[in-house]
């Protein structure tokens, strides 16, 4: 007797949905049939971490669709986001939101995968920034540097270089029940750390944490900064009363061109990036490039108080790109490879890389040093892409929350 799936019992038919990890095949489970549809959620709050896209540089400008590269599937996927569109800059991706500037004090959080949108206080609004004006042309913001002088910036300039990452806490989408969610800030010119909670009207900068301006991470309800030698401050930024930071005066590590600090599993990771010169670029550019040659990886030993070296991250992967880094299991995703770190171009805006397949990105694996080839578009698509020099590719974690 043949069976009529269709007519499987709703809650049945939701139960399964819940098993379902890959937002990909949620989304084809709730088109198999309407009942399906209409037993299963529109958006599934259960799955875990996705195997990330990588949003690539526009091929042109006044583009309203942005292309995302599918690594997994080696596919592209065009989403309309106008809001990271030309002469917009993405400062960050966090928990699958993109933070976007413009020329405005604007700081816009934005879904690209539903388009759900939230602001985060203005520009305008943290504490080193004394004034702004629109009707002073090319000198709207006036800003007090820490020794108490007061200079001025464009709207260009601060979109381009006053933050150099923002990280959320979790999604805010995902932010209810009493919890919200809270957004930490790089600044670049003074290294200072700020904060603001959902609902702020303002930032707040962190005292106690200057020139933690590495890189920031948040971790099970705190926030982790680094310097450059790999000292941390621990950061509680939660209730009503004025930020905790403690700090953890590691060992002096070896030194390194970049750092970034990644939250994987109950592990906090110190990863440690080394360029060099491209020699091979200069021959046909005048330009100095840069090329990642390979990577260090620490794991944050709490009770001595150090980093300690790793040799293998088992069946971790790793990402790494513009503003976004994180950590997943490769055996939750068919094709992937362990023991490896996924990078992208992060620093290059400089390098003066503008044709196809320029910018630094690939596959280092742990066991042998070596890297792989990663592709941002397929070798074999008709689809010629050109890179804008000063336009970086970037991680983002698909997430329907």
């Known amino acids: 007797m043949e069976v009529d799936w269709t007519q499987l019992p709703p809650e049945l038919a939701e139960s399964i949905s819940k098993k379902l990890t890959i937002y990909a095949d949620y989304l084809r489970f709730r088109v198999v049939c309407h009942s399906w549809r209409a037993s299963v959620p529109k958006t599934p709050h259960h799955l875990p971490p996705q195997l990330p896209w990588l949003m690539l540089p526009q091929s042109q400008p006044n583009q309203s669709h942005r292309a995302f590269f599918n690594i997994s599937n080696s596919r592209v996927h065009f989403l309309h986001l106008p809001e990271a569109s030309h002469r917009k800059r993405r400062c960050g991706s966090s928990h699958g939101w993109l933070v976007i500037l413009d020329e405005t004090p ?17 520009l305008s609004t943290f504490p080193n920034v004394v004034r702004f004006d629109y009707s002073d042309v090319g000198r709207e913001y006036a800003l007090v540097s820490p020794s108490g002088d007061v200079y001025t910036r464009s709207l260009t300039q601060m979109r381009d270089s006053f933050l150099k990452k923002v990280v959320l806490s979790s999604s805010p989408l995902e932010a209810r029940g009493g919890f919200t969610f809270t957004a930490v800030a790089i600044v670049n010119q003074t290294g200072d750390l700020a904060f603001c909670r959902d609902g702020d009207q303002t930032w707040t900068f962190i005292d106690g944490a200057q020139s933690y301006s590495e890189d920031v991470v948040s971790v099970n309800g705190l926030f982790y900064a680094v310097d450059k030698k790999g000292t941390v401050a621990e ?24 750092r970034y ?15 060099q010169i491209d020699y091979g670029f200069l021959v046909y550019n005048a330009n100095v490039n840069y090329r990642t040659v390979k990577f260090d990886v620490f794991r944050m030993n709490w009770l001595g108080e150090r980093w300690d070296k790793v040799e293998n991250l088992g069946d971790r992967m790793v990402f790494i790109g513009e503003n976004s880094w994180f950590s997943l299991l490769a055996s939750d995703f068919p094709g992937s490879l362990g023991n490896c770190i996924y990078f992208t171009d992060d620093y290059s805006e400089s390098n003066n890389e ?45 997430n329907p929350c």
Request: charged share 20%.
């Open 235 to 258: 950061c509680d930024v939660n209730g009503p009363s004025p930020p905790r930071v403690r700090l953890i005066r590691t060992p002096r590590l070896e030194d390194a061109d970049m």
């Open 354 to 398: 503008s044709g196809v397949w320029g910018y630094d990105s690939g596959i280092f694996k742990l066991w042998d040093g070596t890297i792989q080839e990663l592709p941002p578009y397929p070798r074999n698509s008709n689809y010629e892409v050109h890179w804008p020099a000063g336009s970086l590719p970037l991680w983002v974690t698909p």
């Open 261 to 275: 600090l990644v939250s994987s599993g109950d592990d906090l990771l110190l990863v440690s990036r080394y360029l």
């Open 106 to 122: 604007s700081v816009l959080l934005v879904n690209p995968l539903t388009r759900a949108k939230r602001h985060l206080p203005p």
